[in-house]
Every structure is written in C-alpha cells, then in structure tokens.
C-alpha cells in the first residue's frame, strides 16, 4: 500500500480508538489546532487526536481529483494542487480553513456563482459517525442519506477523515477588474449579468456605503503586465478604491482576503502603516487575528475597556447570509440603515446541482448574493445582546434567505429547524448517531454547546 494511505489509515484507527474510549457522556470535538468558528464557547473535554489528518494524499492530474484528508486546510490543499496547475473549484478565502469543515459548515467565494459550493466538488467521503464506524458516503451508495445530510451538519453526524474532489484547471495569473457604482440597484442588476453564461472566472464585490460600492471581476490570464503584492505595506481592499484594473498571481488572488482577514485586521491596527512595518509579515494572516479575538472574547479584555471608559456596549455582529439577488438592494438599504457596519462583502453564488441539498435549502438555479459583515455595534439604552443578530435574522427570513450558522443562531428551536429542515435530518442523525453521542445540530448551532 502507498505509504500516504498506510500513514492515513493509522491515522484513522487512532482517532476511531480515541473516540471509543471516551465516556459515552463526555463532550466531544476535533482537537484541531485552527477554528474560524466565531462562537467562543468552552466545549470542554480533550479533543479528538486528528494528528496525521491534515494532508492531501493524491493529485491525479489526469484525472482531475485529490485525495484530501479531513482537517487539511486549503492552503496545504491549494500548494499541493497549484503545481500541477489545479485548484478546488471553491477555495475558502481564509487559509485555514479546512476541507472538511468548508464541507460541513458550507463555504464559498468568488467562483460560487459558476462552481456552486464547496461540497458539490466531492465525489465522496470517509466519515468517522457519530456510533463510531468509518463509512464511505457517496451519492447514490448505500450511505448517499450521510453525504446528502453531511453538508451543514456541523459535525453533528460525524467528522469527514477523507474526501475525494474534483479540480479545476487555473491560469498563472488573475486580471482584476474593480467596477464602481454609486447606487445599489445598478450594483446588483450589473453582478447578475457578470454571472450569466460567458461572464468572468470570479465575481465579488465590496460596499463602502450606499453610494460607494465596487463589483470585482476576476479573469484567469496567461500573462501579466506587472503583479501586485497585498502580503507588504499595501492593503487589497484599500486598492479596490484607488485601481479600476490590477493583477496578481493566482495563489496571491486566492489568498487576497486573507492577509488582513478582508478588513478586519484594522482592529489591531495592523493597517496603520508604523504598526504594519513592524507586524511580522508571517503574522499577517486570519488565523493570527482570530486567535486575538478569541483571547479577547475569553478575556472580555475590550469589553472591560469599554466599560471603564463609559462607553455602551457592544453586540458582535460576525454572519454571512444569502439573499436572492432580486431582494438583494432591499437587503442592503436595510442593513446600512439599521446595522451600520462597513465595509460588507458581497459574493455571488448558485448551487451547482440541479436539486437542492436538504439542510441548506437554497433554491437550485437561483442566483444569490452572500452578504459577508463581521464587527460589532453599540447597544443603544433599552437594546438587549441579540439585538442586531434578531433583525437580520428576521429580514432574511423575510427576503427568502439563509444564514450560514457558523456564528451566533438566535432563531427559536421550532423555527431553526423549519428553516433547515429538521425533518430530514432527524433520520439521518438518528441512523448514525444512534445514542447521541454528538449535540445535535440545533443544541451545536444555537444552544448552550
Ligand atoms: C470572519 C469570518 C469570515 C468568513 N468568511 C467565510 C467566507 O467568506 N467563505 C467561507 O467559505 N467561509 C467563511 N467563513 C466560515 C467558515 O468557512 C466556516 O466557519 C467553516 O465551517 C470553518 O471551517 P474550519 O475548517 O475552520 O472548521 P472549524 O472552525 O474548526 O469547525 C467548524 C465546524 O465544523 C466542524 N468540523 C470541522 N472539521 C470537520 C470535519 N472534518 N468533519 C466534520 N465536521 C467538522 C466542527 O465540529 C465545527 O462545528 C467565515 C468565518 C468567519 C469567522
């Protein structure tokens, strides 16, 4: 047997003995060294040993797949795939991201409006259930209900160990091409034709306000005239303001948003130019500030401050969700006006299959906008924590949307599972984590665990 697979396999059956020898009643979660979870909860418990699982076992170029262990984050996977000038139809912007936790907790990026999202690449996965066995889950298999239900599951029905993906073909470089609208309505009409047939490799998008709103189209090119660089002193999304055309190779395109997690570095003052200089450049990356902030969270370092300087609280208002393209210009006027937080992201994007996957329901062949916002605004005398959270929660429903459920969920428990469809998740979760071993997808998302 390769090597790669044998180390693969030892790896398996150690995490398989490790979760056997847990007391039934002990919680339990991956011991991975990266999260870009944004619920700071203490899990409790040791964690899952998934050392040795962070690999990409195979690329067969031929054929245009790989082999990729469950916790490898896509830059292992894009630095083993971009030599054979290949990459994951979607890659994350956040480096370390993993495959399996893109594929259960559901990802996306500037090619979801032509490759859909990032679990409608795989052909097929090894999971690790919650009563302990490793199965093969593939459409059409005797266990197609797993891949079916895997994606936003959380990890409540079991932890993908390897998965099977399809590649895509890249060019050396991306041309980008940063358009300005002054006004919502011509933003959104102009994304919805960059996504039609024949249109651009990448779309994204970034607001500044309601009348400063930029799309980016992306378009792999063979060569380029001179190529920028957002890992020094300059900032990518700073850019979008100042070039209307610029290029840059494609694993500095992939990695764009990650150097200064889109904008959010701006909280430790990453962008001011004195601090940069002296930042180390290895240290400008998402996972770096993420483990700051959950420092801060544990320690309510910031929220002690505020308080001491008199100032109200804050509420944390980390989410993307998805709004139909044609309610997308409502979206947004009523997200400026009664959450202001700007910049917002913008991502186009549509399943790629033809039917929908049941415990995220888009609407196949509908065009979506993601809408990306992740800061925090002050309560005003009166609001209670949630505030903000509720009203979008409300507005999406209204608007035919969803929420990504990787941050804070305060729907109600009957509705959570209307809009996710608890009604096929049940069985699954019932044939394959029989004692319930894992918390289920609700008390996981929005309860006390
Ligand atoms: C500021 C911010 C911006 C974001 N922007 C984007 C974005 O633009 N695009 C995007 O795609 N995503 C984005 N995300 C969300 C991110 O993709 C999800 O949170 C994703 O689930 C994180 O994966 P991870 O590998 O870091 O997993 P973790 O954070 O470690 O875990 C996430 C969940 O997945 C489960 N899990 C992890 N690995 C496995 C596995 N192998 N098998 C089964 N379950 C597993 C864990 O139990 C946990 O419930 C953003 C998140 C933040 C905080």
């Not at 004195?274 to 959950?294: F, T």
């Not at 039917?355 to 906008?369: D, F, I, K, N, T």
Request: with cysteine.
């Amino acid at each position: 047997m390769d090597p790669a697979y044998a180390a693969h396999n030892a790896a398996v059956d150690r995490m398989r003995a490790a979760y056997a020898a847990l007391p039934p009643d002990a919680p339990v979660r991956l011991a991975k060294r990266t999260s870009n979870l944004f619920r700071f909860r203490d899990q409790g418990g040791a964690g899952l040993d998934v050392s040795g699982l962070g690999g990409v076992l195979a690329v067969d170029p031929a054929a245009r797949t790989a082999d990729v262990q469950g916790v490898a984050t896509y830059e292992t996977i894009v630095d083993a795939t971009l030599p054979h000038g290949l990459m994951p139809f979607v890659v994350p912007q956040l480096k370390t991201i993993t495959l399996g936790g893109a594929v259960t907790g559901l990802g996306i990026e500037s090619s979801s409006f032509r490759a859909g999202l990032p679990h409608e690449s795989v052909r097929e996965m090894d999971i690790l259930t919650g009563d302990g066995q490793v199965v093969r889950a593939a459409p059409g298999n005797e266990h197609a209900d797993l891949f079916e239900t895997f994606p936003n599951s959380y990890g409540t029905l079991g932890y993908a160990v390897k998965l099977t993906i399809d590649l895509a073909p890249v060019k050396p470089y991306v041309r980008l091409r940063h358009v300005r609208f002054t006004d919502a309505a011509a933003c959104f009409a102009a994304l919805g034709e960059a996504c039609a047939p024949g249109g651009p490799d990448f779309v994204d998008g970034t607001v500044f306000g309601p009348d400063e709103l930029y799309l980016t189209l992306g378009e792999f090119v063979d060569e380029a005239p001179a190529v920028s660089d957002y890992t020094g002193m300059d900032i990518y999304y700073q850019s979008l303001r100042r070039r209307e055309v610029d290029h840059l190779t494609v694993r500095d395109y992939l990695w764009r948003w990650d150097t200064d997690w889109f904008w959010c570095s701006r909280a430790f003052g990453v962008q001011q130019r004195a601090v940069r200089a002296l930042w180390p450049r290895r240290l400008r990356r998402s996972d770096v500030y993420r483990r700051l902030v959950a420092f801060d969270r544990r320690h309510r370092l910031s929220a002690r401050v505020g308080a001491w300087r008199g100032r109200p609280p804050e509420e944390p208002v980390v989410q993307d969700v998805e709004i139909p393209l044609d309610r997308a210009a409502e979206f947004l006027d009523f997200f400026l006006r009664e959450v202001p937080i700007t910049p917002v992201w913008l991502c186009p994007l549509r399943l790629l299959r033809s039917r929908p996957w049941p415990l995220y329901p888009l609407a196949a062949g509908e065009l979506y906008v993601n809408f990306g916002f992740w800061s925090s605004v002050p309560l005003a005398p009166g609001q209670e924590d949630g505030h903000h959270n509720r009203l979008i929660e409300g507005m999406v429903s209204t608007l035919g949307g969803h929420k990504s459920l990787y941050s804070t969920v305060h729907y109600p428990e009957d509705e959570f599972w209307r809009l996710y469809h608890g009604e096929a998740y049940a069985p699954v979760k019932a044939a394959y984590d029989p004692k319930g071993r894992l918390p289920d997808l609700y008390a996981k998302c929005a309860g006390a665990r």
